[in-house]
């Protein structure tokens, strides 16, 4: 028969990229390009993506599941699972039962659809993320600013004239919170257009080299820098109104920021004063501006008063919800319709620490003192998808520990890895080839408003279950049934019908949910959910109300390299669901939050050497390090140091350096380099590949050490729960040789 060829989007970060397969006639991917007729990423790819293949037959991946390190069928996996569960659930309650859903969990369909499901079926407060670990502190600023926590603006890179941006490193993390294929051309075009790059961080990464400007910031002081500039905005008359009547709170922002001008912060920052000041002006003089900051700004002490001030910065150079500021997607999936409720945190708290739940979870830093801590309510089971906290969380070493003294632990990944070596069960999720493809949490956060759908382009073996069919008999198992994982879906369907009908400006309010239902995609349950989305969504036809609508039947059909939707529009009345209605620019929760600040101005600065982390082009945190291909050339495990600080220790390249913490020491391989400003150190994450009892034999080879040994599980932005793994204090030495 020879060589086929197919069309798909990459999985693997949040780029969005399409990719174009080559598959032989065993179904094995032989070639992976770029997919030149994608609208959205134009044929770019990555070193990631092009070892989709790789990855894809990759020999470590688990193809059966394990139970208790045996090879076991499905129906016997999943009886292990029920009773499993069950005995612990009989024994001490349903809170005793966590769950953790780590990262790659958002880069799937199965994910999204089916993990809320799993921890409802539950009914455990004991939900962990991967947010707490990365992102939560924007969902904070965005609940309380604009009522939803995922209303989360972008910057219109291809429209914008000035760029300022923190703690971002997107030529090597491919951009997060906003999905741009391509973001290397895209910044490379604001340049071309006349416009400005500055990048704000204590390296000059890759990205910074790239900009017109860098500023070396010291770790952790990024929340000093913004204020300083919203100060000068205010001192200097400068604050534009572009949203007039419908922002509250900029005179008590004004008053909140006036101890912060840029005199008084350039020692704790390290950038001069007149640098932030001219910097202000910069941006407020811009015709289109945006600021973006991201994972770098979030995982540090003060990550929600980053957050929150960078969106101020937005409303108050009047470029929030405007072409080429910050601007809200609008996904093809998302009904315009749904209102949420406003937000708020702290519904219920940790049964140990009392750290109050935000979005619905607890932080990952306190994992560990729940499954630790005896007493009522105390962790005993675990369920983790998709997910390695044994390297990903703060001090993960002592969770590694505490992991290995659970009753019961289930595992959905395909690997044996540093996390899953705890669990009873391992229920692996097919190959990527074989798992269909739509991107329900990124397309949220993309620069353009897009769509793509991507069917499997190899069937899976006779009784394989899908991801969706594997984490739907998860929550039916959970629920106590553990009927037909169909009858989950089904449920889903017929209630969200039945909303849609009963509310007023539904594009099919007043009709029959019978009626709707018989229309659907004749596909897969997973697709027929995602039909129902696409056809209720801003975009849909409506269930037949706008017959040029979309469906997912014309997307797979005339649109199978992706659909445009067009550049993003203003929408910032759909967006808001404040109880004012409006902007809220300064929240209380945060404004008190400010004299961690004034405190912080206040105490003896230290000149004691602080740890960041690091992103590497061809790593996505620690789930791709066992293919060869990504852990040769530069992407190593050393710790970045700049030479004043290698000459001060005695320390030259390729010899060995301690670092040590509260929590831990590791030993790595120095790097000195004039990228790493004075007082700094940086060792990238995902690595520590060397713990006995995993099959991943490319990964154990190039091991690494893992940064989360030294970053403390104690230490947390107090707004989010998000885990500190920026500006972390160390120090370091030569050990004895």
Not at 383 to 392: E, R, V, W
């Amino acid at each position: 028969m020879g060589d086929r060829t197919a069309f798909r989007t990459c999985p693997l970060c949040e780029a969005l990229c399409g990719l174009e397969l080559t598959l032989d006639d065993a179904g094995t991917v032989t070639r992976v390009r770029g997919d030149e007729k994608d609208p959205f990423s134009k044929g770019f790819i990555c070193p990631k993506g092009a070892t989709l293949g790789s990855l894809d037959g990759d020999p470590d991946r688990l193809a059966e599941p394990l139970v208790n390190g045996e090879t076991a069928g499905w129906d016997e996996a999943f009886e292990a699972v029920r009773k499993g569960l069950a005995d612990v659930i009989e024994r001490h309650g349903r809170d005793s039962v966590a769950v953790y859903i780590g990262n790659p969990t958002a880069h799937s369909i199965a994910g999204p659809l089916y993990g809320g499901a799993i921890v409802k079926a539950l009914g455990t407060r004991n939900l962990f993320t991967a947010s707490t670990a990365d992102q939560m502190p924007k969902h904070v600023a965005c609940g309380h600013m604009f009522g939803d926590p995922l209303a989360i603006p972008v910057p219109d890179l291809d429209r914008t004239g000035h760029l300022l941006m923190l703690g971002a490193n997107p030529l090597e993390s491919n951009g997060s919170l906003a999905s741009a294929p391509d973001f290397p051309g895209r910044l490379k075009a604001i340049k071309a257009r006349g416009g400005k790059v500055t990048v704000v961080d204590p390296r000059r990464t890759r990205t910074a080299a790239l900009a017109d400007e860098h500023l070396f910031i010291k770790p952790g002081t990024d929340a000093f820098f913004l204020m300083a500039l919203v100060h000068t905005l205010f001192a200097e008359d400068r604050v534009t109104d572009r949203l007039p009547g419908r922002v509250n709170g900029l005179d008590d922002l004004r008053a909140l920021a006036v101890d912060f001008a840029p005199e008084r912060v350039a020692d704790v920052t390290g950038i001069p004063a007149d640098v932030i000041r001219r910097t202000a002006r910069e941006l407020a003089a811009a015709d289109r501006a945006a600021v973006y900051g991201r994972i770098g700004t979030c995982t540090q002490a003060y990550g929600t008063l980053n957050s929150w001030l960078v969106d101020a910065l937005n409303v108050l150079t009047g470029n929030l919800d405007r072409e080429g500021g910050a601007m809200f997607p609008r996904p093809a999936h998302a009904p315009v319709y749904r209102r949420r409720k406003p937000f708020t945190t702290g519904r219920w708290r940790s049964r140990v620490r009392g750290l109050p739940e935000v979005n619905g979870e607890l932080p990952v830093a306190t994992l560990v003192d729940e499954i630790e801590t005896a007493g009522e309510g105390q962790v005993k089971a675990l369920i983790t998808i998709g997910g390695n906290p044994a390297l990903s969380a703060p001090n993960a070493a002592r969770l590694d520990r505490a992991l290995a003294g659970l009753v019961f632990m289930v595992s959905v990944d395909p690997y044996l890895n540093e996390t899953t070596r705890h669990a009873n069960v391992i229920l692996p999720p097919p190959r990527p080839a074989q798992t269909p493809h739509y991107d329900i949490a990124l397309t949220g956060l993309a620069v353009r408003d897009y769509a793509r759908y991507s069917p499997p382009v190899v069937p899976l073996p006779d009784g394989r279950p899908s991801e969706a069919v594997v984490l739907a008999r998860l929550a039916m198992i959970a629920s106590g049934t553990d009927g037909d994982p169909a009858a989950l879906d089904e449920l889903i369907i017929t209630s969200t019908l039945a909303k849609a009908t009963a509310l007023p400006g539904s594009p099919v309010h007043g009709r029959e949910p019978d009626e709707l239902r018989k229309m659907l995609d004749t596909g897969t349950l997973t697709e027929q959910r995602l039909d129902m989305m696409l056809r209720l969504g801003p975009y849909g036809d409506g269930f037949g109300a706008d017959p040029s609508g979309l469906t997912l039947t014309r997307l797979r059909t005339e649109h199978p390299h992706g659909l445009d939707l067009g550049a993003l529009k203003p929408r910032l009345d759909e967006v808001l669901c404040t109880t004012s209605g409006r902007v809220e620019l300064c929240p209380s929760t945060f404004a008190a939050d400010v004299d961690r600040l004034h405190a912080a101005l206040r105490a003896p600065q230290t000149d004691g050497m602080v740890l960041i982390g690091r992103r590497h082009l061809r790593s996505n945190n620690s789930w791709l390090h066992n293919l060869p291909e990504l852990v040769r050339g530069s992407n190593v495990c050393t710790l970045q140091l700049n030479p004043q600080d290698a000459e001060r220790l005695g320390v030259t390249a390729g010899e060995t350096i301690r670092v040590t913490s509260r929590t831990g020491t590791v030993d790595a391989i120095a790097e000195p380099t004039e990228t790493v400003m004075p007082g700094v150190v940086s060792l990238p994450h995902g690595w520590g590949h060397d713990r006995p009892g995993t099959r991943t034999a490319v990964a154990h080879e190039h091991a690494g050490v893992n940064v989360n040994a030294v970053t403390d599980e104690q230490e947390i932005d107090p707004l989010s729960g998000n885990a500190v793994f920026n500006g972390v204090p160390v120090t370091l030495a030569v050990p004895p040789r």
